[in-house]
């Protein structure tokens, strides 16, 4: 039982002393890193790690990201999702035998009780007597011993399983979220928007589909860092433009999509040009040097749910209108029937 429960701390047990002694900060992506560097499932994760630490490399937070980045971005919350679902698992089926066990142990003693006293004659001595309740006097002390031991096995199981449950909830949460921007992600948008394709009986709702004009040059002319900045700013700036409802979400790359619940199509575009007008007259900076970046327009494509269609309709529909409105030129707004 003990193995059992110590199970899915052992790694942990590894993994934090690990990142005590090289400096690096507990966060869930962090540990995401070192979790799978120390359980040796991810050789290629192994062999960087171990050469950055052969050759004296600081473990800094852009060195950090970089590993999260190469190696568990797109893999390691799912993964760890489904270690956690195990361990939860084979806590229960552990709960459940050590109960059965208890009971069992109770029947036991009863039985051995009775026939103890069977045992006795109709006219017992004084010796007879004691020599019997010593008897049930030690096992009943034994079941106590077992019954004590196996309240505290079962007090830790509830607390490990509490722990692992909040673990679990918490990286579920964080892998509906996107790593870079903050904001919900592809997973999480496809989820939502399936739940609202066969939740809704008609009409009345739409998507935005968006995209960075230009973002490659961006990224080719400032560099990546200033690029993930940049798309950390956009998310934040589209949250500003919509409504409490209204749900942003990174679609991939430098492609968000808003999900407006109840909104019709007219409601939608109106949304929409008051996000590419936002834009259009924004002037962005560089955080590190203050340097002026100019201006990042957008373009967006518009789409409301029809009754009855399917998801890849509503997002192929929302992508053509994308299409449309960057080959007319960009920093426009475009809807698709």
Known sequence: MEELLNEPYRYLRLALPLMTKLNVPVTPENYMVWYRYVSGRDTSLSRAIDAM????????????????????????????IDEI????????GAVGNELTELAGQAAEYESFVSSTI??????????DIRDAAEEIIGATKTLGERGRALRLQLDETTESFDVLRKKFVRAKRESLIDFLTGIPNRRYFDGTLTAMVHGVADGGWSILLLDIDHFKAFNDRHGHLTGDHVLRLVAKLIKKNVKGKDIVC?????????ILPETLLDGALSVAENIRSYFSKKSLRAVADGRDLGLLTVSIGAACFCPGESTEDLLQRADRALYDAKHGGRNRVASAL
């Open 250 to 258: 990174r679609f991939g790359g430098e492609e968000f999509v808003v």
């Open 118 to 127: 069977d045992k006795l004659s109709d006219s017992p001595t004084v010796a």
């Open 53 to 80: 630490v052969r050759d004296g490399v600081i473990f800094s937070s852009e060195k950090n990201d970089e590993l999260y980045r190469r190696f568990c971005r797109n893999e390691g919350d799912e993964e760890l």
């Open 85 to 92: 679902r195990s361990s939860l698992k084979r806590i229960l």
